[in-house]
């Protein structure tokens, strides 16, 4: 039967290659089949597969286009009460986020696709893409904000992105994108990528968005919390520090994960959010998503549909450039731009490398093609309202399952397409299945730290500027502009010292040709008088 099985499997894969079909992908031409590549997309998007809800999940924190509009009237005298958007039991604006979920599901599916499958058609390299991590955190927490509390509106930010994605696209067209990424010092580039990682993994530690386990305090600003009780408006432990049952549930959810990436196992992040959303989708407990409260019995009714096709509605073209005048969207603009154009030089390099794809010059077959579609990628990305388009890291698992050409990208980008059918499930993944996930994205990325120059302070001190900043300030642009401004006025000390030793030894050199002008000089005035005495001297005469 197996023998059968391999025979079938080797006609199939030497039928497909010397087709056109199989020309077409350069199959034969990079030592790889058509079964090999197939395994490969299926490696690459079960490494990735997490980021739908992960992605949805972010940004809906941002509230999106939802507003005060969408609110519920007060009941007594038919008012809406400004910080209703703060209100977890206003089912008027409850409704609004829980639409705009499913639209951010789909539209992270949809720009995931459509990135793999150009990815894949037009530069023929197995990289999967999908929204970037970082740059979706710094979106909704940092610009736009927790329910728009932040200095930006979701539609500017959406023009924020759309530009971004013009930019990068342009830049990678004319070449500039090596040029623009030397300008940063590596360590604060090295800096950035761990930065980043403290900052997605604070964000999965806090009860929005993730287990719980840190919360608000009076008097240290943060402390340990994963209370079974919590004051719904300023979220400070009310009882039961570290008694809740979510928390814990994560906990073994995040165990789950570690011991799968231990042991080398595809797909372990996928499994640990499984574990976790499998229990939580059991009514009845106290870990369930679907409490019996009206708005977990309209969620739950969603969810046994399974399968449905939602139409994006207020994210699709959700685009305004009103308040372009203010700095805060440079900044966005120009920090997105630099993480955009960092991440994906890093990305493609290592990928390539890891996939023999690299040639003796440095530069791997399909370079130009994939800046190009990484950018425009983004601006799809802000067409349906989700954050920057990247290309991801876990594609690695697919190149090591052997896949080498764009057919692992295309088989990513269907799985990505099938995805769109199952909003109903991915719409009810817990919090604290997802934030798991995210302090394991922050684990991931802090391995370049050790690429960083501690010894030199000039290179270590940024890099740390840079790091602590993040999280701490709950900013990227923080942490980049934080470390820079250290690292440049390190820089500039150096040469101020350095041109004052100029100016001392310039003056010391000054001196002595002087004091030598002036021995000299003394030297041939004694020896005229001398001569002069000399000549004069009767008695010698």
């Keep these: 039967m197996v023998r059968d099985w391999n ?6 894969d030497q039928a497909i290659s010397k087709s056109k079909f199989g020309r077409f992908f350069n199959l034969e031409a990079r030592k790889t089949t058509f079964t090999r590549e197939l395994r490969a997309g299926t490696a690459t998007f079960l490494t ?23 609110c519920t009237a007060l009941p ?6 400004p910080t209703c958007t703060l209100d977890p039991n206003n089912k008027g604006y409850q409704n609004c986020l829980s639409k705009l979920k499913s639209d951010l599901i789909v539209a992270t599916s949809l720009s995931s696709m459509i990135g793999s499958f150009a990815m894949g058609l037009f530069a023929n390299l197995p990289f999967g893409l999908a929204p970037g991590m970082g740059a979706n955190a ?12 932040g200095p930006i509106p979701y539609r500017t930010a959406m023009a924020v992105v759309l530009l971004e994605g013009i930019a990068f696209l342009c830049i990678a067209v004319l070449g500039l994108r090596a040029k ?20 997605i993994a604070f964000v999965g530690l806090q009860a929005h968005q993730g287990v719980g386990l840190v919360g608000p305090d009076p008097a240290t600003l943060l402390t340990l919390s994963a209370c079974r009780s919590v004051d719904p408006a ?3 432990c009310v009882g039961g520090k570290m008694q809740s049952p979510t928390f814990w549930l994560g906990f073994v959810g995040f165990i789950i994960m570690c011991y799968g990436l231990m042991k080398n196992i595809k797909g372990s992040m996928i499994y640990g959010m499984l574990f976790v959303t499998l229990i939580s989708w059991i009514r009845g407990t106290s870990v369930t998503i679907f409490p019996h409260t009206p708005l977990g019995d309209t969620n739950y009714e969603y969810f046994k549909n399974v399968v449905d096709f939602h139409k994006i509605e207020s994210t699709f073209w959700a685009i305004s450039f009103t308040n372009f005048n203010r700095s805060q969207v440079w900044v966005a603009l120009a920090t997105l731009l630099y993480v955009d154009v960092l991440a994906t030089t890093g990305t493609l390099y290592t990928m390539a490398e890891i996939g023999g794809l690299v040639n003796e010059e440095g530069g791997f077959e399909g370079e130009y093609v994939a800046y190009m579609v990484d950018a425009g990628s983004t601006v799809v990305g802000s067409a349906v309202g989700v954050s920057p388009i990247a290309t991801y890291i876990e594609s690695t698992a697919g190149i090591r399952e052997g896949g080498r050409t764009g057919l692992t990208a295309v088989v990513v980008g269907v799985y990505f397409g099938l995805s769109i059918f199952l909003t109903p499930m991915l719409t009810s993944v817990p919090p604290w299945a997802v ?3 995210l302090v394991m994205v922050g684990v991931l990325m802090m391995k370049v730290v050790k690429e960083i120059d501690w010894e030199n302070v000039r290179e270590g001190v940024p890099a740390f500027v840079t790091m602590v900043l993040m999280p701490l300030t709950y900013s990227i642009s923080n942490g980049i502009v934080g470390g820079i401004g250290v690292y440049v006025a390190l820089g500039l000390c150096d040469y101020v010292v350095g041109w004052i030793k100029w ?27 001398l001569r002069n005495v000399e000549s004069s001297d009767p008695v010698r005469d």
């Design 7 to 12: 025979t079938i499997q080797k006609g199939l």
């Design 48 to 70: 990735m597969a997490y980021i739908i809800s992960v992605n949805a999940t972010i940004i809906a924190d941002s509230g999106g286009p939802c507003s005060v509009s969408d």
């Design 76 to 81: 007594a005298n038919q008012t809406v009460d």
């Design 138 to 149: 710094y979106l909704a927490y940092n610009l736009v904000g927790y329910h728009g509390t």
């Design 180 to 199: 623009l990424a030397r300008l940063i010092p590596s360590s604060i580039r090295l800096a950035c990528a761990a930065g980043i990682g403290l900052f």
């Design 234 to 236: 300023s979220g400070e």
């Design 435 to 437: 934030g798991p996930s």
């Design 503 to 529: 100016v001392v030894e310039m003056k010391r050199m000054v001196a002595r040709e002087r004091n030598q002008i002036s021995a000299a000089a003394t030297t041939t005035t004694a020896a005229a008088e």
